[in-house]
């Protein structure tokens, strides 16, 4: 088992190019999430999904996108690269919270994004 | 939404004492909290976690206590190794039933802990 995998582990932007965080995980996870981690501020949720197909916005959705294809795959699009957007994003994934005992999420290693 | 407050956001400690982080929670509905354990470059890692039904729970020289009343739980570290210096983070969360909005995790702003050998 790989666990969560993301990639690139490290990404330089100039301000309004795109690209796309890639997030992979082999747990058979039916939630997944993306985070976005600042210096004082903890974890914030940007983006989740329940499942294939289903994704909702967390605290801080603007200038993000997600799509949820496959249960495997959660990718993180940055439309237009703005300099507030640097941080350090985390992927994770968990099993649905109807399976109780088992609802831990387990994070990647994560992506430390500039914007300059 | 939930609100997680942690206390302190700093604390150091000699090697072989007690560290004690604290977190206050706003949702009244949440009954599940976690706390994860972050290594310089790396991401969070699960250390252990408690639900409502429970008061508190211990996993070797870690443990956790919850008060529902309160709205407040705490991390204890006993007896602190060099290893046990780190960011960690509160977090709490709603429901077990798979609602909809019901799985988010809102975590608290991290403590970083250092122990003085």
């Known amino acids: 088992n790989a666990g969560v995998t993301q990639t690139p582990k490290f990404q330089v932007l100039k301000t309004g190019q795109s690209m796309t965080l890639q997030c992979a995980q082999d747990m058979n996870h039916e939630y997944m999430s993306w985070y976005r981690q600042d210096p004082g501020m903890g974890l914030r949720l940007i983006h989740y999904?329940?499942?294939?197909?289903?994704?909702d916005q967390g605290e801080v959705p603007n200038g993000y996108n997600v799509s949820r294809s496959t249960t495997e795959d959660f990718p993180l699009r940055l439309l237009s690269a703005a300099p507030s957007q640097t941080s350090v994003y985390f992927c994770a994934s968990s099993y649905k919270l109807d399976q109780v005992d088992d609802t831990e999420a387990f994070f990647g290693q994560g992506t430390r994004l500039t914007v300059v | 939404g939930e609100n997680v407050e942690q206390h302190p956001s700093t604390l150091s400690v000699q090697e072989g004492d007690s560290a004690v982080i604290k977190c206050t929670y706003s949702?009244?509905?949440?009954?599940?909290f976690p706390w994860y354990k972050q290594e310089l470059g790396k991401g969070p890692q699960l250390i252990i976690d408690?639900?409502?039904?429970?008061g508190e729970k211990k996993d070797q020289r870690i443990a956790v206590t919850l008060n529902k009343t309160a709205k407040h739980f705490s991390l204890h570290i006993t007896e602190t190794q060099p290893e046990d210096s780190a960011v960690y983070f509160c977090?709490?969360?709603?429901?077990?039933?798979?609602?909809?909005?019901?799985?988010?995790?809102?975590f608290g702003t991290g403590t970083r802990l250092t122990i003085i050998p």
């Open positions: 999904s329940v499942g294939a197909g289903i994704t």
């Open positions: 408690i639900r409502s039904n429970v």
């Open positions: 977090a709490g969360r709603r429901g077990i039933i798979s609602n909809f909005g019901n799985e988010k995790l809102t």
């Open positions: 949702d009244s509905a949440s009954n599940y």
